[in-house]
């Protein structure tokens, strides 16, 4: 790549960026090519333990997971960490009693947070409607 390439690279992702330090938007929410969603490492210093990786997300699942985790009595530990504020990724170690297995309880977590963020949009959609007629009564 020569220098005047180079240079209008780089001027572009200046001009293109709020940041000079800060990843382009996209690239906080679009996976690339090979990468995944998620990824499991056994962890071999504690019994019955992993550290899954969320790539493209942030604390936001991260505190939603944790939280649905520490409800399941089977867990004896979870947690996560982002390791940088810039890097759309975090961290989340679990550790089970051996009833069940780190993924079997990530993935249950998975499915009872999205259970409960259908009931929550449920109840909202409905709330919403009736102050709707509400309102309408009223002007009537």
């Known amino acids: 790549m020569s220098y005047q390439e180079r240079y209008r690279y780089s001027?572009?992702?200046?001009?293109?960026?709020?940041?000079?330090?800060?990843?382009?938007?996209?690239?906080?929410?679009?996976?690339?090519?090979?990468?995944?969603?998620?990824?499991?490492?056994?962890?071999?210093?504690?019994?019955?333990?992993?550290?899954?990786?969320?790539?493209?997300?942030?604390?936001?699942?991260?505190?939603?997971?944790?939280?649905?985790?520490?409800?399941?009595?089977?867990?004896?530990?979870?947690?996560?960490?982002?390791?940088?504020?810039?890097?759309?990724?975090?961290?989340?170690r679990v550790q089970t009693d051996g009833d069940i297995t780190p993924k079997e309880a990530v993935l249950k977590a998975c499915r009872d947070t999205v259970q409960d963020l259908a009931t929550l949009s449920q109840e909202f959609t409905k709330e919403w409607e009736l102050k709707k007629i509400t309102r309408n009564d009223a002007d009537i």
């Open 11 to 92: 001027s572009l992702q200046v001009v293109n960026s709020c940041d000079n330090d800060a990843p382009y938007r996209h690239e906080l929410i679009l996976l690339g090519d090979g990468e995944k969603k998620v990824t499991m490492a056994i962890e071999t210093r504690v019994p019955n333990a992993a550290v899954f990786t969320f790539n493209k997300e942030d604390h936001t699942l991260g505190e939603l997971l944790r939280a649905r985790l520490h409800k399941d009595k089977r867990v004896i530990f979870s947690g996560y960490k982002v390791e940088h504020p810039l890097l759309p990724k975090f961290d989340l």
